[in-house]
Every structure is written in structure tokens, then in C-alpha cells.
């Protein structure tokens, strides 16, 4: 078996509502997570599971900018489901892993600065939907 290929956490692209927000993003999550049924059986000792309905949840940090601070804000104050995606590593080349795409709604949206940094936005958003991932083409 070949040695793994790594993905440098900087190889990607974070897309919010068709806003390319990588430039400006330190640190990015999607958790997935489902529901689990219990079955139990007749006759059985055992019960048995199945999966239920799958929510996730989406979030992003990273620098305030000038040129960007408006499409994360335009972004949370929108009442509809916005688009997001994260292609983890490079998009068609030796890095790419693929790619998540889903909508989802932004419940918190936070700006904060301390006197020896730098202004920081973060967001929380709840998917809305499936969560798509479509794997890359060798």
C-alpha cells in the first residue's frame, strides 16, 4: 500500500452563498450527524438499529476584511437557506479529496478584536437538507 497523501489545511475553497471566502478563513467544520432508531424484535435478545434522519451543522472562522465583511454579514441576515461548499484540497489536482455542497442557515454570527490582533468573524450555521459529497475523478 502507497504512503497516504496529507492535505494541508490552507488547500481548499470555502464557498458561502457563491462567496469565495478562503482568503479569509482559518479554520473551517461540517459535522454530519443522524438520528438512530431501536428496533426491538420479537423472539430476539438483541435489538437492532437503523438510521434515521441526517442534520449537520457548518462553521467557519477566520480575519475580518474589508472587501468581505458585507457577504458574511449579507449572508446571516438572509432567512432562506444559502449555499455552501468545501472542496478539500485542490480542486483537480494531486491534493483534491472532493467535494461538499449543501444549504444551509446561519443561527450566530460573531465579530470580536482584541488590541494585539486582529478583527475575527465566526459563523454557525445548520444544514438545510442533504449534504451532498461528490468524490474526485481520477
Keep these: 500500500m502507497p504512503d497516504p497523501t496529507f492535505i494541508p489545511g490552507y488547500l481548499g475553497t470555502v464557498l458561502l452563498n ?54 458574511i454579514d449579507n449572508a446571516f441576515n438572509s432567512d432562506a437557506p444559502i449555499a455552501f461548499s468545501l472542496q478539500i484540497g485542490d480542486a483537480a489536482g494531486p491534493t483534491d479529496a472532493g467535494l461538499y455542497a449543501g444549504m444551509c442557515v446561519l443561527s450566530d454570527y460573531t465579530i470580536e478584536a482584541n488590541a494585539d490582533g486582529e478583527w475575527d468573524w465566526s459563523i454557525e450555521a445548520q444544514t438545510s437538507g442533504e449534504v451532498t459529497f461528490a468524490a474526485p475523478t481520477p
Design 18 to 71: 457563491a462567496d469565495d471566502i478562503s482568503a479569509i478563513g482559518s479554520v473551517v467544520s461540517l459535522s454530519k450527524t443522524r438520528n438512530i432508531m431501536t428496533k426491538p424484535t420479537f423472539g430476539s435478545p438483541y435489538a437492532y438499529s437503523l438510521g434515521g434522519q441526517k442534520l449537520g451543522s457548518f462553521s467557519a472562522q477566520g480575519h475580518v476584511s474589508v472587501e468581505q465583511i458585507a457577504d
